[in-house]
């Protein structure tokens, strides 16, 4: 009889600290991450893959990110073939269902932006890389707002109990995420002028 109640005292102390879990979010580059700490606060851990000094379309791809994208609740990438190069082979390693697209785990932040120049044809053999439009959106505020607002729908798809918090976030800070968003954005250009 003992036995069998210890694994119930067990299961009854391990159920809180459950709901109290951090989310374990990836994002794609510094840009997501940073929108991604912004909304999930202390509620989510954020590890990001490409470094500030990188091209977002050619990240790279070091075999310890197939691990990371394996053990993430939420993938925050920009999409519209930004990634395109380097992250796909990555997440078929990673086998992760929670990134599928269309999941709430996979947070493609272009899904709610219009894309600006979407080209009529397109020759790769000359260099286009966007045959669905400009993926470099980060560079208007506006857009970091609906890149925010699609990873606090995806936050509180998955952990439910903080959803306030995430929304209270995301409702009540605008000004915040566009202070923390032009302050990684000229972190990243300082970074980028360094490197060069
Ligand atoms: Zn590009």
């Known amino acids: 009889m003992k036995m069998k109640t210890i694994p119930l005292i067990l299961l009854a102390t391990a ?32 590890t990001t893959l490409g470094k500030p000094t990188e091209d977002p379309h050619f990240v790279d ?9 394996n053990r993430a609740d939420v993938l925050v990438e920009g999409g519209a073939e ?30 709610g932006v219009r894309l600006l120049e979407v080209p009529a ?38 952990d439910s109990q903080s959803a306030d918090y995430y929304r209270a976030i995301s409702r009540g800070s605008p000004g915040r995420l566009t202070r923390s968003w032009s302050n990684g954005r000229s972190a990243w250009l300082h970074s980028t002028a360094s490197a060069s």
């Open 82 to 111: 930004l990634e395109m190069g380097w992250l796909p082979p990555l997440l078929e390693g990673g086998r992760n269902p929670k990134l599928d697209t269309g999941k709430p785990g996979r947070v493609q932040c272009a899904a």
């Open 15 to 46: 159920l809180p600290l459950c709901s109290y879990a951090k989310l374990n979010v990836v994002a794609t580059t510094a840009e997501y991450g940073a929108i991604a700490r912004e909304i999930g606060g202390d509620h989510v851990t954020i």
């Open 121 to 158: 044809t397109l020759d790769r053999s000359r260099g286009d890389e966007h045959a669905a439009g400009n993926p470099h959106f980060m560079t208007d505020p506006v857009n970091g707002q609906i890149a925010a607002k699609e990873v606090c729908d995806s936050f509180c798809q998955i």
């Open 61 to 69: 791809a070091k075999p310890s990110f197939i691990m990371k994208l």
